[in-house]
């Protein structure tokens, strides 16, 4: 028994779900980025679990060096106090879509404009060297952040190789004083480092519970408070946030864009110099090549990962600060430093993927899916369905 051409053929298959492009400007909201990050460390963890050189017992130092013990807890304080500024500077100027690199350099110089004046004028009471020496650091940032500005204002240059190689410039510069004018005088022989400052203009300290914190972790949350109110209450903040939407746009609207630019890249030097300041004045005391120990580049990656939430830069913070701990007591048991940057690779990715996933939503066309080549084309029409008729095909198919 032949079978009629003319039957209708069988409905399709239900169609996959698929992915559509939502907003190819959007990114993860908070929770997300939350979710990603617990994602990231729990990968993380799993991969150092299953190295044998690790175990579980070398993730216990985690806890004993972070949370688990006063020390412990008070040096992830101090560790976190410098990453709260840094990744409040790039925050900044990440907001405008530019990528500071340099905070680096800009921390230290920061710090070599604070130690100088309180080098100068040592004497000084605490009430007049305290500021002076905050605002030398940050006068320190923003200067050595002017002329990659500049040169990203007016001749377009990519701010991230010129605030890069910015970097190498200041620890050179570094060198030059420690190795100098400012060589430690007694003892530390072969280390890069000055004599410690005044104490004068030492930041003090306050305990709650058995943890210890610097007024200078203070100072750098109240830094994150007050930029976080400037962009959001203010004209400056809305039109910071029109340009990184969109430059061309932000020009149409009239929006002076070279001289937003080039005011935002030296704020976000501003910032990090005071990140130099906070540093020396709080736990550093000293002006040396171990001040830093990576805070500004750290910084890029808790702004980043904060995507450029001021506030959110704050709770990033902690997290970096903890890893960084964390990585101090794995090497306690001759696991290797890489292990943090493990830590940090996977939050960055984790992060990052989150946020190509938010441009996306995930649907299934409506109605069926087209059924396979011959269902609906009895007539053997090579360029499509058949474009015959019901009243033809009836006629042909008595």
Do not use: H
Request: hydrophobic share 50%; net charge positive.
């Amino acid at each position: 028994m032949t079978s009629n051409p003319s039957t209708p053929p069988q409905a399709g298959r239900a169609a996959p779900l698929r992915f559509e492009l939502r907003d190819p400007a959007a990114t993860a909201n908070y929770w997300q980025r939350g979710v990603a990050c617990l994602v990231g460390l729990v990968v993380a963890s799993l991969v150092l679990v299953l190295d044998p050189q690790v175990g579980l017992d070398s993730l216990s130092a985690i806890w004993r060096t972070t949370l688990g013990t006063q020390l412990g807890a008070t040096q992830l304080v101090q560790l976190s106090t410098g990453l709260v500024v840094t990744g409040c500077a790039f925050a900044v100027a990440f907001r405008a879509k530019i990528w500071n690199i340099g905070m680096e350099g800009q921390l230290l110089m920061g710090a070599w404009s604070s130690t100088f004046v309180a080098f100068e004028f040592p004497n000084a009471e605490p009430q007049l060297l305290i500021p002076g020496m905050l605002l030398a650091g940050i006068a320190g940032g923003a200067l050595y952040a002017l002329v990659p500005a500049l040169l990203k204002a007016y001749i377009d240059v990519n701010e991230i190789i010129t605030t890069l190689m910015f970097n190498l410039i200041a620890l050179l510069w570094l060198a030059y004083w420690v190795t100098g004018r400012w060589r430690r005088s007694q003892g530390g022989a072969g280390t890069l480092e000055s004599d410690a400052i005044p104490e004068s203009a030492q930041f003090g300290s306050f305990t709650i519970g058995e943890v210890e914190i610097g007024y200078g972790m203070v100072l750098a949350v109240a830094v994150a408070f007050v930029l976080a109110a400037l962009f959001r209450y203010t004209v400056f903040g809305y039109r910071v946030k029109f340009i990184g939407s969109s430059v061309k746009a932000a020009k149409y609207a009239g929006v002076p864009v070279r001289r937003y630019t080039m005011t935002i890249l030296v704020l976000s030097g501003s910032i990090a110099g005071l990140a130099g300041s906070i540093m020396l004045m709080d736990f550093g005391n000293r002006y040396s090549v171990s001040l830093s120990n990576n805070t500004g580049y750290l910084g890029v990656v808790v702004g980043a990962a904060a995507a450029g939430s001021l506030m959110g830069s704050v709770a990033v913070a902690l997290l970096v600060g903890f890893l960084v701990a964390a990585g101090s007591g794995l090497r306690l048991y001759g696991v290797s430093g890489n292990a943090v940057l493990l830590l940090v690779g996977m939050i960055l990715m984790s992060l990052a993927l989150s946020d190509v996933l938010a441009r996306y939503r995930v649907v299934r066309p409506r109605g069926k899916e087209a059924p396979r080549f011959g269902g609906s084309n009895p007539q053997g029409n090579l360029n499509g369905p058949s474009s015959v008729g019901p009243k033809e095909a009836a006629e042909r198919n008595p």
